[in-house]
């Protein structure tokens, strides 16, 4: 059954640091990974999907890659302003079942 | 202005009410979803549509009843809901319910059952 771990639960940075989300599965057969954004009492807004034949993608100052073979993926955030205070959720979508699986999230506070 | 719209944002209801939850999507999708999103737990699939079809229960109670009348459309009606049904329910959609599309979701609807 593939499950998917997101870590640290909880990260606060001062402003202007590059930092690290980190996110891995536990099934290596999946078609892609999405990586979102969710701010409090909101819905997901996303932000990368990477297919499984690629290794990374890049969005302004996010850039998130893929290693299916460990089944890791990281999303990184350059220059990080308060305003990329929310929580990141992770999901892979299953191959064996067709399903996203999410994780439990990465809630980020960037302070001034 | 998203593209998948959710109303209510927010409802409150008693445990003998019966409400509905509605979701558009102005993207052109073929295939629709509910979503639960509970304090501290992963997202879980609830129910998925595809060209107006459901391809997928994931053994929700039946005091939850999913009608999705076309492709653009879908609603979640609630009734007999317990306290712990108070959660964010979340509607996405994707071009098609297989494999490697991409999710878009909605801003929510926040229901609290009394």
């Known amino acids: 059954k593939q499950e998917v771990t997101q870590i640290p639960a909880a990260l606060s940075v001062p402003e202007g640091e590059n930092l690290v989300l980190n996110c891995s599965f536990t099934?290596?057969?999946?078609?892609?990974l999405q990586w979102f954004r969710q701010d409090p009492g909101k819905g997901l807004t996303s932000l990368l999907l990477i297919q499984s034949s690629q290794r990374e993608q890049t969005s302004g100052r996010l850039n998130a890659s893929l290693d299916k073979s460990s089944g890791r993926s990281t999303l990184y955030i350059a220059a990080s302003q308060p305003g990329d205070s929310a929580t990141y959720l992770c999901?892979?979508?299953?191959?064996?079942?067709?399903?996203?699986?999410f994780g439990t999230g990465t809630r980020l506070q960037v302070f001034p | 202005e998203t593209g998948v719209t959710q109303t209510p944002r927010h409802l409150v209801m008693g445990m003998t009410n019966k409400k509905s939850l509605k979701c558009e999507q102005h993207?052109?999708?073929?295939?629709m979803y509910w979503y639960k999103q509970s304090a501290k737990k992963p997202l879980e699939l609830m129910f998925v549509?595809?060209?107006?079809?459901?391809?997928e229960n994931n053994s929700v109670p039946s005091r939850f009843s999913p009608e999705c009348p076309n492709s653009s459309h879908l609603f979640l009606h609630l009734h007999t809901l317990q306290p712990e049904d108070s959660a964010l329910y979340l509607c996405?959609?994707?071009?098609?319910?297989?494999?490697?599309?991409?999710?878009?979701f909605g801003e929510g609807s926040r229901l609290t059952v009394l």
């Open positions: 993207l052109g999708h073929n295939a």
């Open positions: 099934d290596s057969a999946i078609y892609n």
């Open positions: 999901a892979v979508t299953d191959y064996n079942t067709d399903k996203l699986i």
């Open positions: 996405a959609s994707s071009l098609t319910s297989g494999g490697a599309g991409e999710l878009f």
């Open positions: 549509y595809n060209f107006k079809e459901q391809t």
